[in-house]
């Protein structure tokens, strides 16, 4: 048995040097439907985001069995 879970966590990466921030996006149970939005989000941008470079980026996660992660929504 494993001891972590996984969480895919899809990131709009900026560009530093452009003064592009980064905007996370959410959060994903499977690496193929954080994919699919970080594609998708790519394909509309084309790599360009408020005059610089932004790529959405999928990013693994792991989180220890019996650790619950809580989503703060404002």
């Known amino acids: 048995m494993r001891s972590h879970s996984k969480i895919f966590v ?3 990466e ?3 040097e452009c003064g592009v921030p980064s905007i996370p996006i959410g959060s994903y149970t499977t690496r193929g439907g954080a994919e699919k939005v970080a594609d998708r989000i790519n394909d509309e941008q084309n ?8 790529w959405a980026m999928v990013h693994e996660v792991r989180v220890p069995r019996g650790k619950l992660l809580v989503s703060a929504r404002r």
């Open 14 to 16: 900026g560009c530093q």
């Open 10 to 12: 899809v990131i709009d």
């Open 47 to 54: 790599g360009w985001r408020n005059g610089g470079e932004a």
